[in-house]
């Protein structure tokens, strides 16, 4: 018998099954992980995030493995690249973005120690479990402070999402397998 899973979940794309299993809401906060999540999770703004995860291998490879120093050193000629390659989302206001919040995640790491460490300015080191919400307080306030700082992309809902997707929000649904009342 099939195990139940939340119900965004298409069960015929296996990818998206692995992602959900093995990755969505389990605690991750390596600054080389997050930033990948964040770079993601923007590309996902007006798309599903199912798209952007079955481009996922695509991204990495044309993102340099989405290694912080070689993006923020990106000019020109690279953006072009990358609006050139049909295996990636191909938006310029993205790539851009991606970019500019390189550099100012690097900052954060700079300022805090570990992009980590900045988010748990916010959490206080707690996972959040809720179900059904795609904005909190938490997420807005994070995403009013990357805002602030000149990150772009980093809108509550999608803030939201990325704190699912790192684990700090944990929001399996009642009836999924991976359902818990506690973390």
């Known amino acids: 018998m099939e195990k139940k899973r939340c119900k965004w979940v298409n069960i015929n794309n296996k990818r998206y099954v692995d992602y ?35 481009k996922r291998e695509s991204f990495k490879k044309a993102f340099d493995n989405f290694d912080i120093d ?3 050193k990106y000019d020109s000629k690279k953006i072009e690249e990358l609006m050139n390659n049909k295996e990636i989302v191909r938006n310029r206001l993205k790539i851009n973005a991606t970019i500019n919040n390189a550099k100012i995640f ?13 988010l748990e300015e916010f959490t206080n080191g707690k996972v959040i479990i809720e179900i059904d919400k795609t904005t909190n ?29 790192i684990g700090v ?3 399996h649904e ?4 991976l359902y818990k009342e506690k973390v």
């Open 137 to 165: 307080n938490l997420s807005d306030k994070i995403s009013k402070d990357l805002k602030k700082r000149g990150m772009k992309f980093v809108g509550s809902t999608i803030i939201y999402s990325y704190l699912q997707a």
């Open 106 to 118: 690097k900052e954060i790491i700079k300022e805090y120690g570990s992009f980590r460490e900045y």
């Open 20 to 54: 959900h299993d093995n990755e969505w809401c389990k605690l991750r906060l390596d600054d080389e992980y997050l930033f990948q999540m964040l770079v993601l999770e923007s590309f996902q703004a007006g798309l599903s995030f199912e798209c952007i995860l079955n």
């Open 70 to 72: 070689k993006i923020i």
């Open 169 to 171: 929000i944990y929001s």
């Open 174 to 177: 009642v009836d999924c397998y």
